[in-house]
């Protein structure tokens, strides 16, 4: 138990202090950048250090590769952004990146993952076993995110197809997770349907979604380039 607080105080500890290190960085740029045409270079150097390393992996609140965000929609990376600057998605260090840009940073940034990964298109269907399919059904997914689960219906829907299995796992869990103040996501449809699985079956479902064709990719980058 003393271990487990320990790591918890260590957890909340260097999540503020990456709060407040992004936002004192954004504080002090500000001024500087104040009518000037900033690099899209300077303004995804936060993200690079993650979503710029193949098979990166994140430890919180659970180790998990952190997702593909290359060849991903753009209204959904937007929503997605202003959702942890919200706090309505949960995360320490998202939220202190998010908080740290502008409305045109989030915008100039997501239309620049959307385009970073142009990948030919996915087969329109995949025929799975019996079992996921009832899966599949049962939560209504492709309702959303589309036949072939790469072309969802609107654009501020995530493409899951192809997406690391245990970061999907770790976000449909997010979904089901009240009460936390740094796990969880408030989204209410989402919320209304994985709380009608197991965690089993999550786990199930993400590795049935990571295994399709999909448009997603890690594009590798350097902060020294």
């Known amino acids: ?29 500000s001024p500087a950048q104040a009518g000037k045409s900033v690099p899209i270079e300077s303004k995804v150097a936060m993200c690079i250090g993650c979503h710029g390393i193949p098979g990166y992996q994140g430890t919180f609140p659970e180790v998990y590769k952190v997702p593909m965000i290359a060849g991903q929609n753009s209204k959904y990376l937007a929503a997605a952004l202003n959702a942890y600057a919200k706090g309505e998605r949960k995360h320490p260090t998202m939220r202190g990146i998010a908080q740290s840009l502008t409305d045109q940073d989030i915008t100039d940034i997501s239309a620049y993952y959307e385009k970073q990964a142009q990948v030919p298109a996915v ?22 995110h589309g036949a072939n689960f790469s072309k969802p219906i609107d654009g501020t829907y995530p493409k899951i197809a192809g997406q690391h299995p245990d970061y999907l796992y770790a976000a449909l869990k997010a979904y089901q997770t009240e009460g936390n103040p740094y ?43």
Do not use: W
Not at 2 to 27: D, E, N
Not at 123 to 144: F, H, M, Q, R, Y
Not at 210 to 217: F, H, K, M, N, V
């Open 1 to 29: 138990m003393r271990r487990q607080l320990q790591t918890s105080v260590a957890l909340m500890l260097a999540g503020s202090a990456f709060v407040v290190a992004a936002q004192t960085s954004a504080s002090s740029s």
């Open 183 to 225: 796990v969880g996501r408030g989204n209410a449809i989402m919320a209304a349907q994985v709380k009608q699985f197991s965690h089993a079956e999550l786990k199930a479902l993400g590795k049935y979604l990571a295994s399709l064709p999909g448009e997603l990719r890690t594009v590798p980058q350097s902060k020294f380039r």
């Open 123 to 144: 087969p329109e269907t995949v025929t799975p076993s019996a079992d996921i399919k009832a899966l599949l059904d049962k939560g209504n997914c492709a309702s959303c």
